[in-house]
């Protein structure tokens, strides 16, 4: 694992949880509706383009389910952290 317990900690208090192999953080996004989510959506593939570090999601109504990892390294990166933190931030 490429980040340090101490950068996941608060995403792990937030509802992300890290899988098996530690090498992705995921958290399910509840919604008040599918448009309060394609917004969301919406916001956080803007902060993605801007790190160029895109997200595997998937959205059924109001429900968004997100997996982050660094594909090129097969692990969690500092780019993952960055990510989850903005997609907290913009859910709240």
Same mark, same amino acid.
């Given at each position: 694992?490429?980040?340090?317990?101490?950068?996941? &900690?608060?995403?792990? &208090?937030?509802? =992300?949880?890290?899988?098996?192999?530690?090498?992705?953080?995921?958290?399910?996004?509840?919604?008040?509706?599918?448009?309060? &989510?394609?917004?969301?959506?919406?916001? &956080?593939?803007?902060?993605?383009?801007?790190?160029?570090?895109?997200?595997? =999601?998937?959205?059924?109504?109001?429900?968004?389910?997100?997996?982050?990892?660094?594909?090129?390294?097969?692990?969690?990166?500092?780019?993952?952290?960055?990510?989850?933190?903005?997609?907290?931030?913009?859910?709240?």
């Amino acid at each position: 694992m490429s980040v340090s317990e101490n950068e996941l &900690a608060p995403l792990l &208090a937030s509802g =992300w949880q890290l899988s098996s192999d530690k090498t992705a953080i995921f958290k399910r996004f509840q919604f008040k509706n599918f448009i309060e &989510a394609f917004g969301w959506m919406t916001q &956080a593939a803007l902060v993605a383009e801007k790190l160029n570090h895109h997200p595997d =999601w998937s959205n059924v109504y109001r429900t968004v389910d997100v997996t982050l990892t660094t594909h090129d390294k097969q692990d969690l990166s500092a780019l993952d952290i960055q990510m989850a933190t903005r997609m907290d931030q913009l859910a709240s």
